[in-house]
Each structure stands twice: as C-alpha cells, then as structure tokens.
C-alpha cells in the first residue's frame, strides 16, 4: 500500500493540524527530537506504520492506533 494511503479517520493535533496519510504520520515523527524518536511508544508507531506501508489491509488501523497511542503516551497532542 502507498504511502499516500489515508487513515479512515485522520488524526487531530493541537492547532487543528491533523495527519491524513501513512506519510503525514511518518513526516511528523521524522521532525520529532531525536531522544522522542527513540522512544518504545515512537518506535512502536513506526513499526506500525512500515507494516501499514508494506502489507496493507489491518495494518492501516493499527498505525493509526499506534500514532494515537504514542501521541497519548505523555499527555499531550501536539
């Protein structure tokens, strides 16, 4: 599956920003701080998001829920 391949339902940031596409999701964690990316809840959502990319079908929902869930994972939504 693309890249470009939409989530069913995009995935609200603060300052009404959402991330719309397996590449949105992936741009946004690639600018996080080099220390956050490394965190498990990040390294998670990226190996989420490869699978999504690479095989399709249900991997799509669990990159959105494991972006939304490392988002979730200190409080806050960017």
């Known amino acids: 599956m693309p890249w470009s391949t939409p989530f069913a339902d995009p995935i609200g940031l ?44 249900g991997w799509l929902l669990f990159a959105r829920i494991g972006v939304l869930r490392a988002l979730n994972g200190n409080g806050r939504r960017d």
Do not use: K, V, Y
């Open 14 to 57: 603060r300052g009404g920003r959402s991330l719309r596409t397996l590449q949105e999701a992936a741009d946004f964690i690639m600018q996080l701080p080099e220390e956050e990316q490394q965190e498990p809840r990040w390294q998670t959502a990226i190996e989420m998001l490869i699978n999504a990319a690479e095989s399709g079908g």
